[in-house]
């Protein structure tokens, strides 16, 4: 019985990596016959493992999705992957997930070997989170959003504007894109006959969706670069437009993505559209940056840098002469 369990495992973890496997490769892996093999597959059967089978010259059994959750089987590297992704889940921006990751981590880690759980914890007590706070989106809003772009329906919603009045909106639902501070959802809007942005945060799905809908093309080819353009500066209190002199793929390396949208102007200049919680802390922002610059736009922060470079002179001119 012991030989047999050990068996159904290995097999188990053969048939995980999602291709289909042939009855001679199993057998030859394990060192039983194909009738053992038939046999073994009809056990993870009863157990409530869906094992789909194939025949014919390139055929064989694949692992398919059940009715419910069996057991998995994780190698060291995936078991610490999914324990770190459900700590991050546990503080992330995404409510009603907390309390549901911190059970399932809970499991794992009873489960994991001492090896194993070392290295998380050593990985959670060397690591502090820098990730900027945003509002929290119900998980019960993301999943219904997201189940509206894969079966391309369209979707119905309530709508808190930036002023307080609420709407109800139809839009062809595209991608949810997530920019580290906010979730919000690119769609095409019937009624307006255009591309518009929702703040997740914000909508209230309403059932039932609305009828099917053939897929558009987002502007230029990537929803993440169109959503970035329209909110990556306009969701900061102080959106503005910088020319950086340097090559916008350099300033790509040194930069994180959501600092704001990079536009190429050419080979040693770009476009930054950034903003940031108050003027003094964006002009500081630039200041990191280390490259010649321009602000194109406000003319506040153009305003609150000159007074800056004016006192930054006085203070070395009034200070000792250098050696």
Not at 196 to 217: C, I, Q, S
Not at 241 to 264: C, D, K, N, Q
Request: charged content about 25%.
């Amino acid at each position: 019985m012991l030989e047999t369990s050990v068996r159904l495992l290995k097999l188990l973890a053969l048939l995980q990596d999602g291709r289909d496997r042939p009855g001679t490769d199993l057998a030859e892996r394990l060192g039983v016959t194909t009738r053992t093999v038939r046999n073994d597959v009809e056990r993870l059967r009863v157990l409530g493992y869906r094992v789909d089978s194939r025949p014919g010259t390139g055929g064989g059994y694949r692992l398919g999705a059940g009715s419910a959750l069996p057991p998995l089987l994780l190698d060291d590297e995936e078991a610490v992957a999914v324990a770190v992704g459900l700590r991050a889940a546990a503080a992330g921006t995404v409510a009603g997930i907390e309390e549901t990751s911190l059970r399932a981590l809970a499991k794992l880690e009873r489960s994991l070997p001492s090896r194993l759980r070392h290295r998380v914890d050593t990985l959670r007590a060397a690591t502090v989170s820098a990730a900027a706070g945003g509002p929290t989106v119900d998980v019960a809003t993301l999943t219904a959003v997201a189940v509206a772009i894969q079966r391309r329906e369209r979707l119905r919603f309530g709508y808190v504007g930036h002023d307080g009045t609420d709407s109800v909106r139809s839009v062809e639902p595209h991608r949810l894109v997530y920019t580290g501070r906010r979730w919000y959802l690119l769609g095409w809007d019937p009624e307006r006959a255009d591309w518009r942005t929702f703040r997740a945060d914000r909508m209230t799905p309403r059932v039932p969706t609305g009828p099917r809908f053939a897929p558009r093309e987002p502007p230029g080819g990537d929803a993440v670069a169109h959503v970035l353009r329209g909110v990556g500066s306009a969701a900061w209190p102080h959106p503005a437009t910088v020319r950086l002199h340097a090559a916008a793929a350099e300033m790509a390396r040194r930069m994180p993505s959501t600092a704001g949208l990079l536009e190429a102007v050419d080979e040693r200049s770009c476009l930054l559209h950034t903003g940031g919680e108050s003027l003094a802390n964006l002009a500081a922002f630039l200041g990191t940056l280390d490259v010649p610059f321009e602000v194109l736009d406000p003319p506040a922060l153009r305003d609150l840098l000159r007074r800056l470079a004016d006192r930054y002179a006085a203070a070395v001119a009034a200070g000792p002469a250098a050696p």
